[in-house]
T-cell receptor, first 111, second 115 residues
């Protein structure tokens, strides 16, 4: 079946460091891919998404490229801030409403 | 525009007690969802409703029931709470019916503890 695997956290970085959070997936067809973010004490919100191969999603300085050849959708940001501290979830949707979720990666940014 | 609202924010129950979690959205969305979030496990779908008047089971429906009261409201009921139902519960909604790639909008969550 479909699945999503994310790198385990927590990931701890200093402010202005480069961020990569790895996400790989298995799917039988052509899924849409998502990154959601959960700030402390809040619900999840969509960060970015890509609906077909080679698409790049971007938002708030974050980017992720849909790589079908490596079945990956890694999240990157060039210079993180303390306010980026949160839990990041990778997810996929294939052909219907259901989202298949990764376990989440907690990101801690130190000043 | 409040988005998705949930009540209560926190709840403590004793084993065997019942309760209903309320969810409402003001975005005129067709589809609504209930998830539970447990540490290290991501989100798991409990039930969903593709449109007013319809509900279907998700990945982990046992011990829960739902009601899609109208287009705005989707409630989750625990008839006889068990410690295994200790979790954070999220309601979400999306515009389309069963459409892949559709964005889901989440409420702030209900933190439930069952003693």
């Amino acid at each position: 079946g479909n699945s999503v695997t994310q790198m385990e956290g927590p990931v701890t970085l200093s402010e202005e460091a480069f961020l990569t959070i790895n996400c790989t997936y298995t799917a039988t067809g052509y899924p849409s891919l998502f990154w959601y973010v959960q700030y402390p004490g809040e619900g999840l919100q969509l960060l970015l998404k890509a609906t077909k191969a080679d698409d790049k999603g971007s938002n708030k300085g974050f980017e992720a490229t849909y790589r079908k050849e490596t079945t990956s959708f890694h999240l990157e940001k060039g210079s993180v801030q303390v306010s980026d501290s949160a839990v990041y979830f990778c997810a996929l949707s294939e052909g219907n409403y259901q989202l298949i979720w990764g376990a989440g990666t907690k990101l801690i940014i130190k000043p | 525009n409040a988005g998705v609202t949930q009540t209560p924010k926190f709840q403590v129950l004793k084993t065997g007690q019942s309760m209903t979690l309320q969810c409402a959205q003001d975005m005129n969305h067709n589809s609504m969802y209930w998830y539970r979030q447990d540490p290290g496990m991501g989100l798991r779908l409990i039930y969903y409703s593709a449109s007013e008047g319809t509900t279907d089971k998700g990945e982990v429906p046992n011990g829960y029931n739902v009601s899609r009261l109208n287009k705005r409201e989707f409630s989750l009921r625990l008839e006889s709470a068990a410690p295994s139902q200790t979790s954070v519960y999220f309601c979400a909604s999306s515009e389309s019916r069963l459409v892949g790639g559709d964005t889901q909008y989440f409420g702030p969550g209900t933190r439930l503890t069952v003693l």
